[in-house]
């Protein structure tokens, strides 16, 4: 073979080569491109996969195994009730539904300190939530028997300002639906103005259940996530094992910041007040609560929780008349007994007004003990 032969034989071998290689290299390298998009997707799927499994756990969580994540200031009292029942099975339990006044007004420990200590001394307990209307309170009775509780009597916070539900007085305005739960449809179906909607932001708290349960679970966890000032969870993160809400806390020579106190409220309730009706849904509420308790077994009862005489003058005259008139009229109707505390407790127990302090509820308390043993003659074994 000549040279040039050669040569050209060489270089033409060599192009092969070079072709070759650079097919295998490019093969190589689509493999390799490959088998990171396989990797990328699986990655992704797993990805996906571990989300809807955290949010599916954290519903299951939320509804179904704790469900105090979802409304701790109702759930952590049941906790606290099962543990008081467990412990004096025995007793004749009386539990208390209403709102603020009555979360921080009923001091069941105060009453511990000085019952006889008979079988038949009733055992209180406080199962208001903050906000509540009749609207609520029949919510949270409804709760209550579902979950197994069976009081001997129920005694239901009366309060006129909160006997509207006309507007932006509605008790489903300020309720949070995060904290509603499936059971609650037929309150919120019979009751509410806009239950869809209700049910509409029910479903997206469970969707997006981390977005939009993040602060409440994350207070739970540790409350210095949170600044004082903002901190969610105030209706609950300081509750007693009775159920008590410590309230504010002037002393009782403090007249200055009870005066502060009362005025800060004031146009709160010039509001109430002007234009205020007893709205016909919080009648049927009142009356279906009566009903319910009542085919349960168990005693009634309104309480009328102490004001101070500067709070009462507040009321316009026809407002007075006709809530007092209502009151007691649906009392003569139903056979409801009334314990009427409006005028129990001094200036100096009231923090503003309205609400008791906290020297003032475990005085108030105290008294209230023997009043409701009165008023149902409770026996042992739980049953007026």
């Known amino acids: 073979m000549s040279t040039p032969t050669l040569a050209t034989g060489l270089i033409r071998r060599g192009v092969r080569f070079r072709t070759v290689q650079q097919v295998q290299s490019n093969s190589s390298a689509s493999s390799a491109r490959g088998r990171s ?13 571990g989300v809807v499994l955290i949010h599916a756990t954290m519903v299951l969580a939320m509804d179904v195994a704790w469900p105090p994540l979802r409304d701790p200031e109702y759930g952590r009292r049941t906790s606290a009730l099962q543990k008081r029942t467990n412990k004096y099975p025995d007793r004749p339990l009386v ?49 209550v028997y579902d979950d197994g509780f069976r009081p001997a009597v129920v005694l239901l916070e009366y309060w006129p300002p909160f006997l509207r539900q006309d507007g932006r007085f509605a008790e489903q305005t300020h309720t949070d639906p995060v904290r509603l739960q499936w059971r609650d449809q037929p309150v919120i179906r019979n009751y509410f103005h806009s239950p869809d909607e209700t049910n509409r932001r029910m479903w997206v708290s469970r969707l997006n259940v981390l977005k939009e349960n993040r602060n409440r679970l994350l207070v739970q966890m540790n409350p210095e996530f949170f600044p004082r000032a903002g901190r969610i969870g105030k209706e609950w993160a300081e509750l007693d094992s009775w159920g008590w809400l410590p309230g504010m806390d002037p002393t009782l020579d403090d007249s200055a910041t009870r005066r502060r106190l009362r005025e800060h409220q004031r146009p709160t309730y010039r509001d109430f007040f002007d234009g205020h009706t007893i709205h016909p849904d919080s009648d049927r509420a009142l009356r279906e609560i009566i009903a319910f308790v009542r085919q349960q077994g168990a005693e009634v009862g309104f309480l009328y929780l102490p004001e101070s005489a500067e709070f ?30 409006r005028n129990w407790m001094g200036e100096q127990y009231l923090a503003d007004g309205f609400h008791l302090s906290r020297i003032g509820a475990g005085v108030f308390t105290a008294k209230l003990g023997p009043a409701i043993a009165t008023a149902f003659a409770l026996n042992p074994g739980g049953k007026p």
């Open 37 to 49: 998009r396989r990797k990328a997707r699986a990655a992704l799927g797993w990805c996906v996969a």
């Open 95 to 143: 539990l208390f539904f209403g709102s603020s006044r009555t979360a921080m007004g009923i001091k069941p420990d105060a009453w511990e300190a000085v019952r006889p200590g008979t079988p038949g001394d009733p055992l209180l307990f406080n199962m208001a939530i903050v906000g509540s209307g009749p609207i609520t309170e029949l919510l949270t009775v409804r709760r």
């Open 312 to 341: 009462q003058s507040w009321y316009p005259a026809e407002v007075e008349r006709t809530s007092r008139e209502y009151l007691f009229a649906l009392s003569r109707e139903l056979n409801v007994p009334v314990i009427d505390t």
